[in-house]
Nanobody, 123 residues
Framework: QVQLIESGGGLVQAGGSLRLSCVASGRTFTGYSMGWFRQVPGKEREFVAAITWNGGSTAYSDSMKGRFTISRGDPKNTVNLQMNSLKPEDTAVYYC????????????????WGQGIQVTVSS
């Protein structure tokens, strides 16, 4: 059974930082990209960041560039998201994702999803 387990969420003041982590298990994830999406109630899930299996390429949503940094952990079935200079509008449920994030079509269509973790940024 494939599982993506997120950790590190919580409540932080505006301007603060949080580090999200995700561990994937249940199959071999060799070659799989990993990344993060987020969703607020009433809105579509939006792309945050992604990283290739070897960490050689990364991608970010424009609104997160310069504030968020994605990295692969060790072993490579883990992914981290360092979030700095957080704003109240970053409040959302953050979802870990694996596979399908660097498709040739440009679509980001993950093969697997985590259950999500709440991040709340107070003003």
């Amino acid at each position: 059974q494939v599982q993506l387990i997120e950790s590190g969420g919580g409540l932080v003041q505006a301007g603060g930082s949080l580090r999200l982590s995700c561990v994937a298990s249940g199959r071999t994830f060799t070659g799989y990209s990993m990344g993060w999406f987020r969703q607020v109630p009433g809105k579509e899930r939006e792309f945050v960041a992604a990283i290739t299996w070897n960490g050689g390429s990364t991608a970010y949503s424009d609104s997160m560039k310069g504030r968020f940094t994605i990295s692969r952990g060790d072993p490579k079935n883990t992914v981290n998201l360092q979030m700095n200079s957080l704003k109240p509008e970053d409040t959302a449920v953050y979802y870990c994702a694996a596979g399908g994030l660097f498709r040739s079509s440009g679509d980001r269509d993950p093969n697997y999803w985590g259950q999500g973790i709440q991040v709340t940024v107070s003003s």
